[in-house]
């Protein structure tokens, strides 16, 4: 069982940054990739970024790349997305969310993951 906590949300203008973390239980994190994904009213809920168990690899959202980055600290069981030069379109609710290292298909597909916090509110102002 992993529980994922996030925090670092707010209220940000647009051209602003913040910096959001989640927080993991269990002693095998480091075994998870993790995946941020958000949802905003009456979407779907999108793949934003994620990374491998090893932090070798990262993946991104088009429209996010060059703007977030994805990162971990294994030795925390944490993992960070900052995100830079925010624009409202990015207003969302952000879920983490983790998956075993057994797990097969793309970063991208929300069902590929086994475990989800209960998100965070970003919301970024004109």
């Known amino acids: 069982q992993v529980q994922l906590v996030e925090s670092g949300g707010g209220l940000v203008q647009a051209g602003g940054s913040l910096r959001l973390s989640c927080a993991a239980s269990g002693r095998t994190f480091s075994t998870y990739a993790m995946g941020w994904f958000r949802q905003a009213p009456r979407k779907e809920r999108e793949f934003v970024a994620a990374i491998t168990w090893s932090g070798g690899s990262t993946f991104y959202l088009d429209s996010v790349k060059g703007r977030v980055t994805i990162a971990r600290d294994n030795a925390k069981n944490t993992v960070y997305l900052q995100m830079n030069s925010l624009k409202p379109e990015d207003t969302a609710v952000y879920y983490c969310?983790?998956?075993?290292?057994?797990?097969?298909?793309?970063?991208?597909?929300?069902?590929?993951?086994?475990?989800w916090g209960q998100g965070t509110q970003v919301t970024v102002s004109s």
């Open positions: 969310a983790s998956r075993g290292i057994k797990a097969s298909g793309s970063f991208r597909y929300p069902n590929t993951y086994d475990y």
